[in-house]
């Protein structure tokens, strides 16, 4: 008893059909806009990499700065600072407008 044909099912019926192949989808506008992007960040990688170049790939870090500089702390023991409500910073204040 050799199964000459595997097609056919145990019971002796017809062979049954496949069910049809999925199709592979094709790019679309999505696909183009991912390769696109892709390929922003690649040449954005390198821009970085030719930027640090210049500096030999070191990094020294910034100074802090102080928390109020001196002319701020002063303007704010004087008086003289403006809260910059009602547009104060638009316009020029004159003698009588306190901010």
Not at 52 to 78: G, H, K, Q
Not at 79 to 84: D, L, N, V
Request: with cysteine; net charge positive; glycine share 4%.
């Amino acid at each position: 008893m050799s199964q000459a044909n595997s097609d056919r099912s145990p019971f002796g019926d017809q062979p049954q059909q496949h069910a049809p192949r999925y199709r592979k989808p094709r790019p679309d506008l999505y696909t183009m806009l991912l390769v696109i992007a892709w390929i922003a960040i690649l040449l954005a990688i390198l821009v970085l990499y030719l930027e640090l170049s210049e500096y030999n790939f070191e990094f020294t870090a910034a100074r802090a700065m102080p928390a109020a500089p001196a002319l701020v702390r002063a303007a704010i023991r004087s008086g003289t600072a403006c809260e910059f409500e009602d547009g104060c910073r638009a316009r020029k204040p004159d003698r009588h407008d306190r901010c």
